[in-house]
């Protein structure tokens, strides 16, 4: 299966970094076109929200919250897309990030050569 193609229409992508997979969905960091992509298993497109500046990695906690690095911030969106909570990295450079089940955040940062766990508020 492949699916999609160069593009900003539904469905199309311009350098997607990052995806992730819950349930029977597909999430993409569709990067250049600063959004989030969702597709069924079979690369239906089912429905896109704005991720503000470049989303670069993302994850989609068991009760269905997306949560992505976006520029130097944490941003958490609700199973629809809606903005629910974000939190800035500081001076760092993210790359790379993953979710425990209780909601805390591991936050993978090449440039500084460490990785960083946030509560779930992002304390």
């Known amino acids: 299966l492949r699916f ?5 229409q539904q469905g199309q992508f311009d350098r997607p970094i990052d995806v992730a997979v819950r349930g029977d969905r597909v ?9 989030i992509q969702v597709f069924d298993m079979s690369g239906n497109f089912c429905y896109a929200f704005s991720a503000t500046t470049e989303p670069w ?23 629809t897309g809606e903005l629910m909570h974000k939190f800035p990295l500081g001076e760092s450079d993210p790359y790379g990030l993953a979710v425990l ?5 591991l936050v993978a940062d090449p440039d ?11 304390t």
């Open 4 to 8: 999609g193609q160069k593009g900003s």
């Open 27 to 35: 999430y993409v960091a569709d990067t250049d076109n600063d959004r």
């Open 57 to 79: 990695s993302l994850a989609v906690q068991s009760d269905g919250t997306i949560v992505v690095i976006s520029a130097d911030e944490v941003i958490k969106f609700s199973p």
């Open 101 to 105: 089940r209780d909601g805390r955040v």
């Open 112 to 122: 500084k050569h460490s990785i960083f766990l946030f509560e779930a508020d992002g």
